[in-house]
């Protein structure tokens, strides 16, 4: 289960993640994210200070949401991952094209 806390809508959408992005709920994240976005199109950073499980449908679901800001001249960065998420964006290379945050 994954939980989504938007803490700030202006002047950069930040969100808490906590808990387990993954297939069964990967799309419920990408459209509550997106749907805050579409409000009021700004940066987003998330947060991952909680966030302890990722897939590899996650991970897609994040590419996704970057092409989608990057369209409209925006940015998405990861704050506060777990090393152990972190290699993941490392192993495959998505550190190279996302930005994430100590």
Sequence with gaps: MQEI?????????VAALSGEIAAENADDFYAE????YDRAPA??????EKLT???STT???LVKLLKCVR?????LRLRHLQPRLKKLFVICALDT???IED
């Design 59 to 61: 991970l897609g679901t």
């Design 33 to 36: 994210i997106r749907a805050v």
């Design 71 to 75: 369209t409209d001249g925006h940015g």
């Design 53 to 55: 499980f990722i897939d």
């Design 97 to 99: 094209i996302m930005e």
């Design 43 to 48: 940066d987003i950073v998330l947060d991952c």
């Design 5 to 13: 806390k938007v803490l700030q809508t202006s002047p950069s959408i």
